[in-house]
Structures are given as structure tokens and as C-alpha cells.
């Protein structure tokens, strides 16, 4: 129950669903999140996975790190990516660290953008 806490998957459609991600993000959070989303992928068959960042004030690099790897993760398994609210802090450490996800990431500015998107195409 504790996990469904931290890595709330809510679901939009039968192929998609959004991750609220509110607070700090450390170690242990990374991991729970990530056997969690993979499990989820896997077991769900969801095409879309709508990340929100906005309740993340701040992510250490590793963390960074970590989250460009279960993205890449999540292609592997057939899963787009949608990550909203990024705030400037996080963009500047991914940019100052040469890291990139933009390949493999649909950005929208809000989760609101990327729901009337999303919804509206299919």
C-alpha cells in the first residue's frame, strides 16, 4: 500500500495512464518506481505513460539519471513517455549534465497540455 503511495499509476484510457510524482525523489523511491512501472507495462499492455513532474521541486543527478534509464526502459517495452512539468531547475541540470531524453519523450509544459492532446487524438 505504501508503494501505491509513492508510485501512484492512475489510469486515463485502457492504454494510458499518468504518474503524478509529488515530492522528493530518492534512491529507494526510483527503485519502488521503477520495478513498479515496468511491472505495470508489463502486465497492463499500456502504450502511453504520462509522467508529471510538477510536484518535484529538485532531483539530484543520479536521480536524473536513473529516470532517463527507466524512460529508456519503458521504449524497450513499447511504452511512450509524456513528461509534463518540468520546472526550469530540473531542465538546467539536464542540460548542464549533457544528458537527454528528448528522443525518446513527448514534453509538454502541463499535464492539462498533454491530457487535451491526448485525449482529443484518440
Do not use: W
Amino acid at each position: 500500500m505504501v508503494e501505491d503511495l509513492f508510485v501512484p499509476i492512475i489510469p486515463v484510457t485502457p492504454s494510458t495512464c499518468i504518474l503524478p510524482l509529488i515530492g522528493k525523489m530518492d534512491e529507494y523511491r526510483m527503485e519502488t518506481l521503477e520495478d513498479k512501472v515496468l511491472s505495470h507495462i508489463g502486465s497492463s499492455k499500456i502504450d502511453t505513460l504520462i509522467i508529471d513532474l510538477s510536484g518535484v521541486l529538485h532531483m539530484e543527478l543520479h536521480i536524473l539519471k536513473h529516470l532517463t534509464n527507466l524512460i529508456n526502459g519503458m521504449s524497450m517495452m513499447g511504452c511512450k513517455t509524456v513528461v509534463t512539468g518540468l520546472r526550469p531547475e530540473i531542465v538546467k541540470q539536464i542540460i548542464r549534465s549533457g544528458m537527454s531524453f528528448e528522443e525518446r519523450v513527448i514534453a509538454k509544459a502541463t499535464l492539462e497540455q498533454a491530457l487535451d492532446e491526448f485525449l482529443n487524438r484518440k
